[in-house]
Structures are given as structure tokens and as C-alpha cells.
């Protein structure tokens, strides 16, 4: 089974602050995306796994950032696989311009069920 997987995107002018540099909140909401494609790729959604009653929640997530995205640069976001334990899944990211390191995050997602309790990450993401 597949631990990465990688995303183009375009920076979207609405992404983008005055400066037309990508705001630095979105980084978070491209690491989404890019863990969302990368459960798609293994053959599941985040819909599936909420309706068996598993729910992954942020429990530590962070970025460094080295150099700027723009507004309409196409960037590759790589999201791996790190990490997994009996409950909790670790994901690194990079965000590169061509071959250009632009930020590199990770995350700490941890599941539980629909009370808020720990329990097991489904076997999928073993």
C-alpha cells in the first residue's frame, strides 16, 4: 500500500495576501488535501472512515517555512506516511516550485470515536 503521494496545485489569487505571497494558513489546508488524496489513493475517503465511526483529529501539526509561493505558481505538495501506531497516524509534507523547497510540515492525527474517546486506527491505515 502506497505511503505518499503527491498533488499539484495553482496558488488561487483568494490564497494569497496583499503582498500576492500564499497566506500562511493555507499551507495547512493544502497538508489536508494532500492526506485526503492520499487515503483516496489507498482506496478510501475520509467520508467512509467518519461512517464506521472512526474520526482522525489534529493533535500537533507545524510548518517551516524556507521560501515564498506566489499567486499562480503551480507547486507539488509530497504527502508520506511517517509514522503509525495503535492510534495515532504521522504525516510529513513538502511543498516544492519545481525542484525548489518551499515549506516542509508534518501532523499528528489521532483517532477517535464519535465521543471524542481514543480507539484503533482502522486496519487500512495499518
Known amino acids: ?3 505518499s503521494h503527491e ?3 495553482r496558488v488561487r489569487y483568494a490564497e ?3 503582498m500576492g505571497l500564499l497566506h500562511h494558513a493555507n499551507y495547512f489546508v493544502y497538508f489536508e ?3 485526503t488524496e492520499l487515503l483516496r489513493q489507498r482506496g478510501l475517503t475520509y467520508r467512509e472512515v467518519e461512517d464506521a465511526g472512526h474520526y ?3 493533535i500537533d501539526i ?3 517555512f524556507k ?4 499567486y499562480d505558481d503551480l507547486l507539488t505538495l509530497k504527502t508520506t506516511v511517517a509514522k503509525v501506531t495503535h492510534v495515532k497516524i504521522v504525516h510529513n509534507y513538502q511543498i516544492y ?8 510540515g508534518h501532523s499528528t492525527l489521532a483517532c477517535v470515536d464519535r465521543d471524542g474517546r481514543p480507539q484503533a486506527l482502522p486496519e487500512a491505515f495499518q
Open 97 to 104: 516550485r519545481d525542484a525548489v523547497l518551499l515549506a516542509e
Open 62 to 64: 507545524g510548518c517551516k
Open 7 to 9: 498533488l499539484a496545485i
Open 1 to 3: 500500500m502506497s505511503k
Open 67 to 70: 521560501r515564498p509561493a506566489y
Open 16 to 18: 494569497t495576501d496583499r
Open 56 to 58: 482522525l483529529v489534529i
Open 33 to 35: 488535501m494532500g492526506r
